[in-house]
C-alpha cells in the first residue's frame, strides 16, 4: 500500500513539473509575437533605438551593430526594423539552445525556462534590446574555452574566438567589458595555472591574451559620443524614411531614447532621488529590489540540499560582484537577467571543466561562506520554490506594483491573453 502512494505522488510531481515547463514554453512562444508587434516603430526609441546607434556620426560606444543593420538597409532596402526582429529572434533561439544544453544537468528546466532566465526578456518587454546578444556572445565564449579544453580547438583559434566575440560585445554595449571580462580573465588565468605556471606569468598572459578586447573597451569609454553625434546619427536614419516605420519620432530634428543618451554619462545612474523613491508610498525601490535579488540567489542555488548547492552560491556571488557597478543604473532588471544567466553559464562551465570539488574547495575557502549559506540559503520545499518562481516579478527598470505584477508568469500570461484577444476581436 504504501508503494503505490509513493509512485501516486512521484506521477504526480512528474505531472507538475511538466506542466510548469509547459507553461513557460507556452508564454516563451507567444510572448515573443507580442513584443514584435510592442517594438515595431522607429518610435521604440530604448528597445529599437538601441540598435540603431550607428558611426553615423564617427565612432561612438554601441555603434558597431547599428552601423551594420544601417549598411545592410541602405543597400538591400530592407527596413531596419526587420533586421533588428531577425537578429533578436536569432540571438533568443541560440541562446535557448546554449543555457538548456549547458545547464540541464544542473539547473531544473523550469528555472532555466522562467522569468529568471529565458523568458526574462519576453515577459519583461527587453526581448528587442541587445542583452540576449550580449549573453549569447558571452556563453560563445565559454563554448570556445571549452572546444579547446577538450582539445577540439587549438590555443590560438580559441584566443581569436573568444576576442572576436567580446569585441563584438564590447562594441555593441560597453557593459560586456564590465561583467563578461574578470570571468573570462580568471577562466585563462586557470588554464595557464594549470600548465604549471607561476601567478605572475599566468596574470601577464591573461593580459595580453585579452588586449585587443580591453583596446575596444577603452575606446568605447573614451569616444562615448556627444549631442552632435546623437543628432548626426538621427539624420542618417532619416535618409531611410521610406523603409523605416515611424508614427513622427523619425521626423524631428532631435532623436530620444536609446541614441540621445549617447554622452549622457552619469545622467544615467540612480540618484538620491531615485533612491529614496516610494511606490503607493509603501513600496521603497531599493528594498523591493534587494528582496528580489535575495529570492533570485535563492531560486537559482535550488530546491534541495545537494552537493552543488555550496559551489552555486560561489559561482553566483563571484559573478555578483562584476555586476554592482551595473546596478548603478536604471535598468536593473535588465541587469538581474543578465547577471543569472550568465552565472548559470559559467557554473556550468566551471564543473564540466574544473569539476565540482574544486569549486566546492574553492568556495570552502572563502572566509563569509557559512555565513552566505544562512543568509541565502536554497528551498527545502518543492512547493515553495515553484511558488516563488511562479509569482516573482522582476520588472526590466522602475520597479512598482503594477510592473511587479504584468513582469511574473501569471500577470504575463494574462497580458497575453488580453493582447490574442484583442486580435482575435479587431479580425
Not at 302 to 331: E, H, T
Request: charged letters at 10%; hydrophobic letters at 50%; glycine letters at 6%.
Amino acid at each position: 500500500m504504501k508503494s503505490l502512494i509513493k509512485q501516486f505522488q512521484f506521477h504526480k510531481f512528474s505531472f507538475s513539473y511538466i506542466s510548469f515547463e509547459n507553461f513557460y514554453i507556452t508564454l516563451i512562444i507567444f510572448g515573443i509575437p507580442l513584443n514584435l508587434y510592442k517594438n515595431r516603430f522607429y518610435d521604440n526609441s530604448w528597445t529599437i533605438g538601441e540598435w540603431l546607434i550607428s558611426y553615423g556620426g564617427g565612432f561612438v560606444r554601441r555603434g558597431l551593430l547599428g552601423e551594420i543593420i544601417y549598411y545592410l538597409s541602405s543597400k538591400f532596402f530592407i527596413s531596419p526594423i526587420l533586421i533588428v526582429w531577425l537578429i533578436s529572434f536569432i540571438s533568443i533561439l541560440l541562446l535557448i539552445i546554449l543555457v538548456l544544453n549547458f545547464c540541464k544537468n544542473y539547473f531544473d528546466k523550469s528555472f532555466l525556462l522562467s522569468q529568471i532566465i529565458i523568458l526574462g526578456p519576453i515577459s519583461g518587454d527587453y526581448f528587442v534590446r541587445k542583452d540576449s546578444f550580449l549573453i549569447l556572445l558571452y556563453g560563445l565564449c565559454l563554448l570556445a574555452f571549452k572546444r579547446y579544453y577538450v582539445q577540439h580547438i587549438n590555443k590560438i583559434t580559441c584566443i581569436f574566438l573568444v576576442n572576436i566575440f567580446s569585441m563584438v560585445a564590447i562594441l555593441s554595449h560597453e557593459s560586456f567589458g564590465i561583467w563578461a571580462l574578470p570571468s573570462l580573465f580568471l577562466i585563462v588565468y586557470l588554464f595557464e595555472r594549470l600548465e604549471n605556471k607561476n601567478i605572475f606569468k599566468s596574470i601577464l598572459i591573461s593580459i595580453l591574451i585579452f588586449i585587443p578586447s580591453i583596446i575596444s573597451f577603452l575606446m568605447c569609454w573614451i569616444f562615448k559620443g556627444n549631442l552632435d553625434q546623437s543628432i548626426l546619427i538621427h539624420n542618417s536614419w532619416q535618409s531611410l524614411k521610406n523603409i523605416l516605420p515611424t508614427l513622427g519620432a523619425l521626423n524631428l530634428s532631435n532623436p530620444s531614447g536609446a541614441i540621445a543618451a549617447i554622452g549622457w554619462g552619469t545622467s544615467q545612474v540612480y540618484t538620491n532621488t531615485l533612491i529614496s523613491k516610494f511606490n503607493l508610498f509603501i513600496f521603497w525601490h531599493p528594498g523591493a529590489w534587494l528582496l528580489t535579488i535575495f529570492y533570485v540567489i535563492r531560486l537559482f542555488i535550488g530546491k534541495y540540499k545537494n552537493i552543488y548547492q555550496s559551489s552555486k552560491r560561489f559561482v553566483v556571488c563571484f559573478q555578483l560582484i562584476a555586476f554592482l557597478p551595473m546596478f548603478l543604473f536604471i535598468d536593473i532588471g535588465r541587469w538581474i537577467f543578465m547577471w543569472i544567466t550568465s552565472s548559470a553559464l559559467l557554473f556550468s562551465f566551471f564543473t564540466q571543466v574544473f569539476g565540482i570539488q574544486n569549486i566546492q574547495f574553492q568556495s570552502q575557502r572563502f572566509k563569509g561562506n557559512k555565513f552566505l549559506a544562512k543568509l541565502m540559503p536554497g528551498f527545502s520545499s518543492l512547493k515553495n520554490y515553484n511558488l516563488v518562481l511562479l509569482f516573482l516579478g522582476i520588472p526590466h527598470c522602475c520597479w512598482s506594483v503594477g510592473r511587479y505584477l504584468v513582469s511574473n508568469p501569471i500577470g504575463f500570461a494574462v497580458k497575453n491573453i488580453i493582447f490574442y484577444l484583442k486580435i482575435l476581436l479587431n479580425l
